[in-house]
């Protein structure tokens, strides 16, 4: 399906919900995150639906205006605010990538729409374009075939790329975008002469300091990114329980590849994620140890297993582990289906999504794996994460997450789910 094929995204009320949240915004710190979930969320909604229909009204505005309106609120700087903060995306890695990732769907959508686009001065398409190269050298730091660092570019959160997807999946998402904005030759141009302290300064210059602070916080990171070389992540109690491990890498001065792909390919570097995003067989009571299975707390009706029980498409999430062994969780299951919605919603409005086998089979496993995610969020869901029993449900967990702003991208834009294995 097109973007010329997709008529009125998303309705009315919503999108009134989704233009009146505020800009969203972020905060650079070494070693901490601060993100602002339905904001951002809401803001990518708003540009998915302003690429379909720029001059739809909504609060007395048009979508394409509110769109620039709260993008242009974080290029746009003058410096620090009172604690010392701008607004940019901090662009460290790692579970940032939770909001980053909307981010730059939303700065690609912009690009494609020439009546958001328009709204931008030379200096703010400059701007735009310093936040996803930005993001772009920290998703190939992260993420590269060559690169195999047990850090982020503030040099003391520890990430590993061999996490699971809930952690993962929001900076491999990011170079797709980055790949569709600047095309792949002119980003790999730009990795292939990436000069560190050239760029800080242009950061600098643009008042970017929530970058410039974690990507000086750590004077190994600039070798690292320009030559490569060994590193060896602090250690300390949590978050930084797994520290000690030595990390070795090219830099970032190489064509980016991930599991062998290159930036020319985004539909296949998507596909790669996609195919573990959905990769279980539905199953709603899974054995931890001995008696301890997790169920539905059944806060809607009496049931006892997911409608789609033994269909394949189950998010990664519900059947997987951790340091303390089996995991099964309703929240780390919507913490990757979060992003990677807002990555395929991109894909389809811009009309990237191939309508081929592989296309017709996400979508399937797709339909499936978010059907069971949102009817194990409404009944709620006892699960089992880093040792313990986790009691979560779509209120409670879920919406202070911007989930009212995720679901939608499904249901508005892919097929449905398919009929019921379980009545």
Same mark, same amino acid.
């Given at each position: 399906?097109?973007?010329?094929?997709?008529? /009125?995204?998303?309705?009315?009320?919503?999108?009134?919900?989704?233009?009146?949240?505020?800009?969203?915004?972020?905060?650079?710190? &070494?070693?901490?995150?601060?993100?602002?979930?339905?904001?951002? @969320?809401?803001?990518?909604? $708003?540009?998915?639906?302003?690429?379909?229909?720029?001059?739809?009204?909504?609060?007395?505005?048009?979508?394409? +205006?509110?769109?620039?309106?709260?993008?242009?609120?974080?290029?746009?700087?003058?410096?620090?605010?009172?604690?010392?903060?701008?607004?940019?995306?901090?662009?460290?890695?790692?579970?940032?990538?939770? #909001?980053?990732?909307?981010?730059?769907?939303?700065?690609?959508?912009?690009?494609?729409?020439?009546?958001?686009?328009?709204?931008?001065?030379? !200096?703010?398409?400059?701007? =735009?374009?310093?936040?996803?190269? +930005?993001? +772009?050298?920290?998703?190939?730091?992260?993420?590269?075939?060559?690169?195999?660092?047990?850090?982020?570019?503030?040099?003391?959160? %520890?990430?590993?790329? #061999?996490?699971?997807?809930?952690?993962?999946?929001?900076?491999?998402?990011?170079?797709?975008?980055?790949?569709?904005?600047?095309?792949? !030759? *002119?980003?790999?141009?730009?990795? =292939?002469? @990436?000069?560190?302290?050239? @760029?800080?300064?242009?950061? /600098?210059? =643009?008042?970017?300091?929530? %970058?410039?602070?974690?990507? $000086?916080?750590?004077?190994?990171?600039?070798?690292?990114?320009?030559?490569?070389?060994?590193?060896?992540?602090?250690?300390? &109690?949590?978050?930084?329980?797994?520290?000690?491990?030595?990390?070795?890498?090219?830099?970032?001065?190489?064509?980016? $590849?991930?599991?062998?792909?290159?930036?020319?390919?985004?539909?296949?570097?998507?596909?790669?994620?996609?195919?573990?995003?959905?990769?279980?067989?539905?199953?709603?009571?899974?054995?931890?140890?001995?008696?301890?299975? #997790?169920?539905?707390?059944?806060?809607? $009706?009496?049931?006892?297993? #997911?409608?789609?029980?033994?269909?394949?498409?189950?998010?990664?999430?519900?059947?997987?582990?951790?340091?303390?062994?089996?995991?099964?969780?309703?929240?780390?299951?919507?913490?990757?289906?979060?992003?990677?919605?807002?990555?395929?919603?991109?894909?389809?409005?811009?009309?990237?999504?191939?309508?081929?086998?592989?296309?017709?089979? %996400?979508?399937?496993?797709?339909?499936?794996?978010? =059907?069971?995610?949102?009817? /194990?969020?409404?009944?709620?869901?006892?699960?089992?994460?880093?040792?313990?029993?986790?009691?979560?449900?779509?209120?409670?967990?879920?919406? &202070?997450?911007?989930?009212?702003? %995720?679901?939608?991208?499904?249901?508005?834009?892919?097929?449905?789910?398919? *009929?019921?294995?379980? /009545?």
């Amino acid at each position: 399906m097109a973007a010329t094929e997709t008529k /009125k995204p998303f309705s009315d009320e919503l999108l009134a919900r989704a233009v009146q949240e505020k800009a969203p915004r972020w905060k650079g710190t &070494p070693g901490q995150r601060y993100r602002e979930m339905p904001e951002t @969320f809401a803001l990518h909604l $708003t540009a998915l639906a302003a690429h379909v229909e720029p001059d739809r009204k909504i609060a007395g505005t048009t979508l394409a +205006a509110s769109t620039a309106e709260k993008i242009l609120s974080f290029l746009r700087s003058n410096g620090p605010d009172a604690d010392g903060f701008t607004r940019e995306p901090e662009a460290y890695g790692g579970l940032g990538g939770w #909001s980053h990732n909307a981010a730059a769907q939303t700065l690609l959508l912009a690009k494609r729409t020439p009546a958001i686009w328009g709204k931008f001065t030379a !200096d703010d398409r400059h701007r =735009a374009d310093l936040v996803m190269r +930005a993001l +772009a050298v920290a998703g190939h730091f992260g993420f590269d075939d060559e690169n195999d660092y047990p850090v982020l570019l503030d040099g003391v959160s %520890i990430s590993y790329k #061999s996490w699971n997807p809930n952690i993962t999946e929001g900076y491999v998402d990011i170079l797709v975008a980055a790949s569709l904005y600047f095309g792949a !030759d *002119e980003l790999n141009a730009f990795f =292939a002469t @990436f000069d560190f302290d050239r @760029f800080v300064g242009e950061l /600098k210059a =643009a008042n970017f300091l929530n %970058i410039v602070r974690g990507w $000086t916080h750590t004077p190994a990171i600039r070798e690292l990114l320009m030559k490569g070389g060994q590193f060896t992540a602090p250690g300390g &109690p949590p978050p930084l329980k797994f520290g000690g491990t030595i990390g070795y890498g090219a830099g970032v001065r190489r064509p980016f $590849t991930y599991r062998g792909w290159p930036l020319s390919a985004p539909w296949e570097i998507y596909r790669l994620q996609a195919n573990v995003m959905f990769s279980k067989t539905v199953r709603t009571q899974i054995t931890i140890n001995g008696e301890n299975r #997790s169920r539905l707390l059944q806060h809607q $009706t009496k049931a006892v297993l #997911s409608p789609w029980e033994g269909r394949m498409g189950m998010c990664y999430e519900f059947e997987t582990t951790d340091w303390d062994g089996l995991r099964t969780s309703l929240t780390y299951a919507y913490e990757g289906v979060m992003v990677h919605l807002g990555t395929a919603a991109t894909l389809r409005v811009l009309g990237e999504w191939r309508d081929d086998a592989a296309g017709r089979d %996400i979508e399937r496993r797709m339909a499936v794996g978010v =059907a069971d995610l949102i009817f /194990k969020a409404k009944e709620g869901y006892r699960g089992w994460s880093q040792g313990r029993e986790r009691l979560n449900w779509l209120e409670q967990d879920l919406q &202070p997450m911007g989930s009212d702003y %995720i679901f939608p991208l499904w249901s508005e834009l892919f097929p449905p789910a398919p *009929e019921p294995s379980v /009545k």
